[in-house]
Structures are given as C-alpha cells and as structure tokens.
C-alpha cells in the first residue's frame, strides 16, 4: 500500500487569489491523480499526472485553472487559480497501479469566499 | 463506456440489522471491483476488492460482498451494522480502457443508534 499525505488540511481564500495543494507519497509511485468532491457527492476525477510530464485533464478541467505539477515519483502539487466559491470543495490526491485499487490522501477541505 | 451504479443514494437501518449495499457495473468481461467507505469529514479507505476467484471476498471490520457475474454485480453486505458504520460507501472499478478508476455516486448509510 501507499500512504498519501496532503498539505494543507484546509484552507480558507479569498475570490480571485491562487492556493496550492501539495501531495506527498511515501513510496515512489508512477501516477497521481487529483480529485474534487463536492459536499455529500461522489468524487471526480481532476486530472492524472505522471512524472516529467504534463498532466492529463478530464473534461471539465483545464490547465490553466488547475495547474499541476509532478516533479518526481513522490510529489505533486494541485494549484487552484483565480479562485472562486465553486470550488469550494475538497480536493483528494491518490495513487493507484493501473487496474488495482487506490489509495487516497486524506483531502484537503476548500473554501473560497 | 463502461460504468457503477449504486441504486439507493441514502439506506437508514437500526443498529444491529443486516445490510446490503447494492452496485451494478457495466462491463463484459470480469472488472476488478473495490468498495471504499468515507467516514464524516475523513478521506477514503479501502473496505475490500475483488480481482477473480472465490466471489465472496472479506474485508475489515465484518463486510463482505458477493461478485456475481451473471447480475453484474458486487453487493456490500454486513451481518450487524454498528452506529459506527454511518458513512459514505462507494463502489469502485477501474476502466480497462484508460490509466483510471470509475466512481458510482455513493451510498449514504445512516445507522440508527
């Protein structure tokens, strides 16, 4: 198994401003994923990022917006920009071996005023 | 394209009753399978999976579930709920065609003290 760690725990930020998420593995793992979960539903898949290379954004999810980093097998960042109160939501990293299961970060709760 | 369905968005049951937490997935050949329980204002922890063989698989603290190929499913059961069960149980696949993992909506589960 992985253990997934995640900075900060929450974060409370005004419209407009940009805030990074950070995620940290305690083993090396070839891809993260990031997630958004919105209150009392399921969770969405953001965007998966491999190391030394661009992340993969799902429909609805765009660079620009959410820039992700990756700079090596244990880390990766999610930036959130200009931000607005419909993100306010939690944000999950995790890691997965491709067709098995996945472990998760423990989130990190949003709130955007 | 393949998906998870969980039918019953919310089940209320009283301490000490059995459960069954229904999923339905759509896949022709035989899909890993995986249930995840998000307790309150917690991230996601793995309860069990199901790669092949024997279809009814154990997982932590008294669930098991039940592949059945034939009904394309994979049911979360539990002999006698504990007020401690009260979370969010979600029903999880991979996608055989892409580096990622189907999510069904969730079942919120309230246990009656």
């Known amino acids: 198994s992985v253990l997934l760690y995640q900075k900060p725990n929450r974060d409370i930020c005004q419209s407009g401003t940009s805030l990074k998420i950070q995620c940290v593995a305690d083993?090396?793992?070839?891809?993260m994923f990031w997630y958004q979960q919105f209150q009392e539903q399921s969770l969405m898949l953001m965007a998966t990022a491999n190391e030394g290379s661009e992340a993969t954004y799902e429909s609805g999810f765009t660079k620009d917006k959410f820039p992700i980093s990756r700079p090596n097998l244990t880390f990766s960042t999610l930036t959130v920009n200009n931000a607005r109160p419909g993100d306010s939501s939690i944000y999950f990293c995790?890691?997965?071996?491709?067709?098995?299961?996945?472990?998760f970060g423990p989130g990190t709760r949003l709130t955007v005023l | 394209a393949q998906s998870v369905t969980q039918p019953d968005a919310r089940v209320t049951v009283s301490e000490g009753a059995s459960l069954q937490l229904r999923c339905k997935y759509s896949?022709?050949?035989?899909?890993?399978l995986f249930w995840y329980v998000q307790y309150p204002r917690q991230g996601l922890q793995l309860l069990l999976k199901y790669y092949s063989g024997d279809p009814v698989v154990q997982g932590v603290n008294g669930f098991e579930a039940e592949f059945s190929k034939s009904n394309s499913s994979f049911h979360l059961r539990k002999a006698s709920v504990h007020w401690s069960d009260s979370a969010v149980y979600f029903c999880v696949s991979p996608d055989t065609n892409a580096y990622k993992v189907i999510f069904g909506k969730g079942t919120h589960l309230h246990v009656l003290p």
């Open positions: 995790s890691s997965g071996q491709g067709g098995y299961e996945q472990y």
């Open positions: 896949y022709s050949g035989t899909p890993y």
């Open positions: 083993s090396q793992v070839v891809s």
